[in-house]
């Protein structure tokens, strides 16, 4: 099991995590560094963003477009959905996915400052996951959308 170390405190709550119905999705998607991004226009780094029931497409980014010490934006990314190269859904609980609407939520109504390799798109991304218990394997491993996206689907692939 990829479970949360909580789940291990007794027998009883690794069967009720084990039996506890998946039903719900969280979708991450990503493009590439050179992968298209409308209008003619290249990404020079890639990006990850997230899809959460019941609250659409949402990622992050710099609001100046500077890719150090800039204000950060959590904003809708539901037009930006198809430049998408990748994705990995991951089915949750209702409790998982509650947790990653409130982290969303929170993010929302407290962004950090966007700073490339040390809060940016993949950070968020990565947040979303770890609230919603999605395990993608060591987050200091993970440099880029793609090396979060490729982790996602070696841990969460079914």
């Given at each position: 099991?990829?479970?949360?170390?909580?789940?291990?405190?007794?027998?009883?709550?690794?069967?009720?995590?084990?039996?506890?119905?998946?039903?719900?999705?969280?979708?991450?998607?990503?493009?590439?560094?050179?992968?298209?991004?409308?209008?003619?226009?290249?990404?020079?780094?890639?990006?990850?963003?997230?899809?959460?029931?019941?609250?659409?497409?949402?990622?992050?980014?710099?609001?100046?477009?500077?890719?150090?010490?800039?204000?950060?934006?959590?904003?809708?990314?539901?037009?930006?959905?198809?430049?998408?190269?990748?994705?990995?859904?991951?089915?949750?609980?209702?409790?998982?996915?509650?947790?990653?609407?409130?982290?969303?939520?929170?993010?929302?109504?407290?962004?950090?400052?966007?700073?490339?390799?040390?809060?940016?798109?993949?950070?968020?991304?990565?947040?979303?996951?770890?609230?919603?218990?999605?395990?993608?394997g060591i987050r200091s491993l993970?440099?880029?959308?793609g090396d979060f996206m490729e982790r996602l689907k070696k841990y969460?692939?079914?």
């Open positions: 099991l990829n479970a949360p170390g909580y789940v291990y405190n007794t027998q009883q709550s690794v069967w009720d995590y084990i039996e506890a119905p998946s039903r719900n999705k969280i979708a991450f998607y990503v493009w590439g560094r050179g992968d298209e991004t409308g209008h003619g226009n290249h990404s020079l780094t890639g990006h990850a963003f997230v899809w959460i029931k019941n609250m659409g497409y949402w990622g992050f980014g710099s609001k100046n477009g500077e890719w150090f010490g800039d204000e950060g934006v959590v904003s809708d990314h539901t037009r930006l959905r198809q430049y998408a190269t990748d994705s990995c859904i991951v089915y949750v609980t209702d409790q998982q996915l509650r947790q990653a609407q409130q982290k969303l939520n929170q993010l929302r109504n407290s962004t950090p400052d966007y700073n490339l390799q040390l809060y940016d798109c993949t950070s968020f991304a990565m947040d979303i996951a770890d609230a919603a218990e999605v395990y993608y993970v440099f880029t959308p969460n692939s079914y």
